[in-house]
């Protein structure tokens, strides 16, 4: 929760500048500014760490390092940030509860190209990870991009140079399972006078779980056309085709073959 203060000066500067002070530091302490996107229930809530990140250019506010579930009313964590992050950590998007409290979906950046959606589980203590079958998609990748491989008239073993690929929840259809879209993107070389070709797969699905080892994919959907890249000057952009148009978010400036591109979702 953030407090806009409107200090009004009355009796003098001095007192102008000791009562903005004083707003100041109640804000500060205020335990309630450090908590955002409460479960439904309102029990629990995310926390933020800025410990030795450092301020950007585009803001006066430095990117949190971690972040961390904490039940409200003990501040207790009870999801320490992923290890899988990079640090500082970057979100594609605000973690997802489900509507019942007992579930998150966190969508994360994990390296240069690649981030992922990780899912938690309450099991009365804390929050506890979710393993569902991410290979089971990247299977469906594998078999689409064979498809564009053999309609480029290259064979199935043709190497390929991984350009992106990244997982992201998109909602709780209920308190049990969640839809995502995944894309994987990887250039090959088709002639030595021409730039690499990208094989581009994309697909929708719902993750269910049944508990937390058991979790399984449903309705797999491949996401029909091309989206390629747009040309601006010496850079292109690449976009996640997604059901929420308005989310789009700089993965990497990446150099791939003779043209560098920038790569969105």
Not at 161 to 182: P, Q, S
Not at 218 to 223: H, N, Y
Not at 229 to 246: C, F, K, M, S, T
């Amino acid at each position: 929760m953030k407090r806009l203060f409107i200090c009004l000066t009355t009796i003098g500067p001095a007192t102008f500048l000791m009562v903005c002070a004083v707003g100041a530091l109640a804000n500060a302490a205020d335990p309630e500014d450090q908590i955002y996107e409460k479960s439904p229930d309102e029990r629990f809530g995310f926390r933020d760490s800025f410990a030795g990140a450092a301020k950007t250019e585009q803001s006066e506010m430095s990117d949190p390092m971690a972040i961390e579930v904490v039940e409200i009313s003990s501040k207790r964590v009870v999801l320490p940030s992923p290890k899988e992050a990079l640090t500082p950590i970057h979100l594609r998007r605000e973690p997802y509860w489900s509507n019942d409290s007992k579930h998150i979906a966190l969508s994360f950046q994990t390296g240069p190209r690649t981030w992922t959606a990780m899912l938690y589980e309450w099991d009365g203590k804390e929050f506890a990870e979710v393993s569902w079958p991410r290979d089971v998609i990247r299977k469906r990748f594998e078999e689409e991009q064979a498809e564009q491989l053999k309609a480029l008239g290259l064979p199935e073993s043709t190497p390929r140079k991984r350009v992106y690929e990244g997982f992201t929840a998109l909602e709780w259809v209920d308190a049990t399972a969640v839809k995502m879209i995944a894309e994987r993107i990887d250039s090959v070389v088709v002639s030595k006078d021409l730039p690499p070709a990208e094989l581009d797969a994309r697909f929708s699905f719902v993750v269910k779980i049944r508990n937390r080892q058991n979790a399984e994919i449903a309705d797999a959907t491949k996401i029909l056309g091309t989206h390629g890249y747009h040309a601006e000057g010496d850079w292109a952009e690449a976009r996640l085709v997604d059901e929420q148009p308005e989310s789009s978010y700089l993965v990497k400036d990446v150099e791939e073959g003779r043209q560098p591109f920038r790569l969105y979702a």
